[in-house]
């Protein structure tokens, strides 16, 4: 599998680490300083984030970073845990490709710095790393519970979220995982904006399909139902009609 122009690999003991050329030699101590790049961030961390397993803030090579063990979702996790059976290209090196055709498309994701694969005979475990996207707060946060936004902003946000379906459809980017807690809203003197995190299932296809825009639609809806059903709230209709105007615009 070809990886992004400007990455590089190496391998260090049991890992094989690819990261941006420039930082290869910062990502390549750390292993060989802590085993691991997940251990590394545990260790120096600023801050956690909760979502599938744990994420840490930590302070990279040229600014903040975020390193997130690379976790399955599903029954299969029940089983596997954070394992993943060796078959075909790893999952972070796919991440990492997909990431960079979607970023070159245009869709509004996080680049992905380096990632790193350890060796377990018929399995491997892995770690991703993004870059920190500043003041930026999930969809899920932001619509609902103790720490929602006022009205106005939340139609923002949604607005946004809109958006960011219609053009990662139209780039050719299908997220088959698309939920509010991986689609994260920043404002700024440009607006609101709206990002999409975890793109380790992603796929970009050469072709758009008119199709993908519906089923991530789906998706996110259908996380959106389930959280709204535990906080006993609703995200709210003139959101959701801002959400539908931006993604039929």
């Not at 801050?47 to 744990?54: A, I, L, N, S, V």
């Not at 780039?171 to 995190?197: C, E, K, M």
């Not at 709204?228 to 709210?236: F, K, L, P």
């Amino acid at each position: 599998m070809r990886l992004p122009a400007g990455v590089r690999t190496q391998r260090i003991g049991r890992a094989t680490i690819a990261a941006l050329a420039s930082h290869l030699d910062f990502v390549a101590d750390v292993i060989r300083r802590y085993g691991t790049l997940r251990a590394w961030a545990a260790a120096v961390h600023e801050k956690t984030f909760t979502g599938r397993g744990e994420a840490y803030l930590v302070e990279g090579a040229d600014g903040p970073w975020v390193v997130r063990p690379a976790r399955r979702g599903g029954a299969v996790a029940s089983v596997l845990g954070d394992r993943y059976v060796r078959i075909g290209a790893a999952r972070p090196f796919r991440e990492m490709s997909t990431s960079a055709s979607a970023r070159e498309r245009g869709v509004a994701t996080p680049e992905v710095v380096c990632c790193a694969v350890y060796d377990g005979g018929l399995f491997y475990r892995a770690d991703v790393t993004t870059r920190y996207i500043r003041d930026g707060i999930d969809l899920a946060t932001l619509s609902l519970g103790p720490a929602k936004e006022a009205e106005a902003k939340r139609i923002e946000a949604w607005r946004a979220a809109g958006r960011l379906v219609r053009d990662a459809a139209a780039a050719g980017l299908l997220h088959p995982d698309l939920n509010l807690r991986n689609v994260l809203i920043t404002q700024s003197a440009d607006g609101v904006r709206a990002h999409v995190l975890d793109l380790d299932r992603s796929v970009v296809r050469t072709r758009p399909r008119p199709r993908d825009a519906e089923r991530m639609t789906d998706r996110l809806h259908r996380s959106r139902r389930k959280l709204e059903a535990a906080a006993g709230e609703s995200v709210g209709v003139a959101a959701l009609d801002a959400f539908e105007g931006a993604l039929s615009g």
